[in-house]
T-cell receptor, first 114, second 113 residues
Framework: AQSVTQPDIHITVSEGASLELRCNYS??????LFWYVQSPGQGLQLLLK??????LVQGIKGFEAEFKRSQSSFNLRKPSVHWSDAAEYFC????????????FGRGTSLIVHP | ETGVTQTPRHLVMGMTNKKSLKCEQH?????MYWYKQSAKKPLELMFV???????ENNSVPSRFSPECPNSSHLFLHLHTLQPEDSALYLC????????????FGPGTRLTVT
């Protein structure tokens, strides 16, 4: 069965600092991977996805993620965080067992200090 | 309207009430989902409707009843809820027939008193 672990419940960074949010997955073959963001009072919005090809994926709002098969990881990065990036971030994996339905991690809450 | 819309955005109901949540998608998708999002818990998939299949999470109590009259509309009927059912209920849609990203609505914040 597919599963996702986001080891960090909360991450605090200063505005302008770089950011890396961790995501580890468990899956038998090449996974389909996603990062979503949820602002307060809103639904989830897709930041980026990896299905195949280049392992460095560019997304919206200046985010990128790198798929590392050897580490079963798909970490999200941003070189310079803005106060508006404060939100909840979810990693998700799909494709396990032939299911197209994604499994979500518990989420990482990003706090941005001015 | 564009994307995925949900009504109402907020709902307060007593344990003996009956209410329904509505979701509508304007994206031409063929699969729709209900999720429950509780504080400090993972996103919980409740139901999936698509042209190919209907999926139910067996742990969802029978006091939640989904209805999907067509590929654009999804309802969640609620009756005799418990306080622990208070949560954010999210609707999502996607294409089907493979792995595709999901598009989420803003959610309905449900409080059961």
């Amino acid at each position: 069965a597919q599963s996702v672990t986001q080891p960090d419940i909360h991450i605090t960074v200063s505005e302008g600092a770089s950011l890396e949010l961790r995501c580890n997955y468990s899956y038998g073959a090449t996974p389909y991977l996603f990062w979503y963001v949820q602002s307060p009072g809103q639904g989830l919005q897709l930041l980026l996805k990896y299905f195949s090809g280049d392992t460095l994926v560019q997304g919206i709002k200046g985010f990128e993620a790198e798929f590392k098969r050897s580490q079963s990881s798909f970490n999200l990065r941003k070189p310079s965080v803005h106060w508006s990036d404060a939100a909840e971030y979810f990693c998700a994996v799909a494709g396990g067992g032939g299911s197209y339905i994604p499994t979500f991690g518990r989420g990482t809450s990003l706090i941005v200090h001015p | 309207e564009t994307g995925v819309t949900q009504t109402p955005r907020h709902l307060v109901m007593g344990m003996t009430n009956k209410k329904s949540l509505k979701c509508e998608q304007h994206l031409g998708h063929n699969a729709m989902y209900w999720y429950k999002q509780s504080a400090k818990k993972p996103l919980e998939l409740m139901f999936v409707y698509s042209l190919e299949e209907r999926v139910e999470n067996n742990s969802v109590p029978s006091r939640f009843s989904p209805e999907c009259p067509n590929s654009s509309h999804l309802f969640l009927h609620l009756h005799t809820l418990q306080p622990e059912d208070s949560a954010l209920y999210l609707c999502a849609s996607s294409q089907e027939g493979g792995v595709y990203e999901q598009y989420f609505g803003p959610g309905t914040r449900l409080t059961v008193t």
